[in-house]
């Protein structure tokens, strides 16, 4: 009763300065309905209420909706624009600014509610998106999932104002006359342990852990001579929980850099550092000389791309793994005959290759894989491979929604011994020099394109498309081609390696 009296008082507050600071009685009713819209189903506990957590105000942070009457966080796998816009509509903000990943506002607080989120847009809620069932996750604290939403243009700005939002600090390399020193520190070997840096010889202090994933930890691996990133950690596990202010933050790296000055960060040279996330918990690594790298097979794309109008009543199995465009459940639901109608898919083959010098694993343990009675075998990964179609403007008009995969060695080069297999509960991954195949005439190899109209388009097919699990770079992990829809073929042409 007293957190409800609390959040109610807090409420009145609001309104109150609302009429007081805006400049008309109009401006005052707007700001209130907006508050209203805001904070009912949150002040009245209502399934499926969100909010955001870890800003710097109202406008960002990671995102937590309320199931059974407990708050939960939000897994960053799948999340993208469609999901970060349905989150700002449903606040009632007038539109997204940008949706981030990898805990940007600090690690997850809370046990993950939700995980693989795949919304279409047009939801008026996070709830009515698909997902893969409440707690249902293989999501680390560091994966939140969160969101820089617009304010409204009537809205109550609180004072004092500050000078700059987080979202608004520009980032910069280091500069060329600057030296970032790097060093690990409280590891049990040289390859692992806290990172800490020092600019110009300056005083030594650690990594603001915000938004620090594989890709930040492939560089400094790299550039310390360590070979490759194996695990990229937000944590104390490694000490550093007792240190002062971290001595960098914002950092954010494209993967490929030579050096970690080379990524962008907050001007630590002018001591702005900005830290959202839990404090005593620091950027940390543990390197590896040995890696896999999975390439895409393209040309295996090209070869194989072709139509299929396939009987719904073929796809109840894909139906249930959400297999299908949103529009195919519509039919589903008002169409007594809805078996008898079809599908329109664009199917194609696709392999994975290993050209590391280690194995590719799953990332989830074998205790939490998960059985799928239609496919008669485990699933070790929820998100393996991504397809989806652009138009020549680049915003997404189709994708596939292949629910998890399993890992295995379909094909390996001459004198290689397969080692994994997906059959009788095996160990699965891909094996060196061996490489997965999904073909065209699985379930769910294929994007549901009943709706697009012929034309130009581009088809991006990634593998490990959120570098979840460590490689060597991920420059080689997806295939962006050429598609050619008409009403009767379908050419996949022009592929060309790029990153996911």
Known sequence: MIGLQFWLTIFLLYLTEAVVQHRSLE??????????????KVLNKEEGAIRLVGGDNEYEGNIEVLHNGKWGAVCDDEWDAAE???????????????????????????RFWMDNLFCEGHEQELVNCHFEGWGENDCEPGEAAGVVCYPPENALIPLPVPILRDEDLPKYPIHSRSRLYVRLRGGRSRNEGRVEVSLDGGRWGSVCADGWSLLEANVLCR??????????????????????????????????????????????????VSCHGNRQHVAAVICDYLSPDLVVDYLEIEQTAHLEDRPMLL???AMEENCV???????QRDDPHWRYRSRRLLKFTAA??????????????????????????????????TFDIFDLSGRKVAQGH????????????????????CANYGD????????????????????DITDLRPGSYTLKIAINPEFKVAEMNYDNNAAICDLIYTENFARVQNCQLARP
């Open 27 to 40: 401006d005052a009713r707007l700001e209130r309905q907006r508050l209203v819209h805001r904070y009912s």
């Open 84 to 110: 970060g816009h349905i989150v700002c509509r449903q606040l009632g903000f007038p539109g997204m600014r940008r949706y981030t990943r990898s805990g940007y506002f600090g690690a997850a607080r809370r």
């Open 223 to 272: 550039q310390m001579g360590l070979g490759y990133a194996s695990e990229a950690f937000q944590t104390d596990f490694f000490g550093g929980a007792n240190a002062s202010q971290p001595a960098l933050s914002g950092t954010e790296c494209y993967g490929n850099e030579t050096e970690l000055a080379d990524c962008l960060h907050h001007d630590a040279a002018r001591g702005i």
């Open 315 to 317: 796809m109840q199995c």
């Open 325 to 331: 465009a949103n529009e195919a459940y519509q039919i």
């Open 352 to 385: 994975a290759i290993n050209a590391g010098n280690a194995d590719f694993r799953p990332f989830k343990e074998k205790s939490q894989w998960e059985w799928h009675m239609c496919h008669m075998h485990f699933h070790s990964m929820e998100v393996f491979a």
């Open 402 to 421: 292949k629910a998890s995969f399993c890992l295995e060695d379909s094909n390996c080069l001459p004198g290689v011994p397969k080692k994994y297999s």
């Open 428 to 447: 699965q991954g891909i094996s060196i020099n061996c490489s997965d195949v999904y073909l065209y005439n699985l379930d769910c190899q294929w994007v």
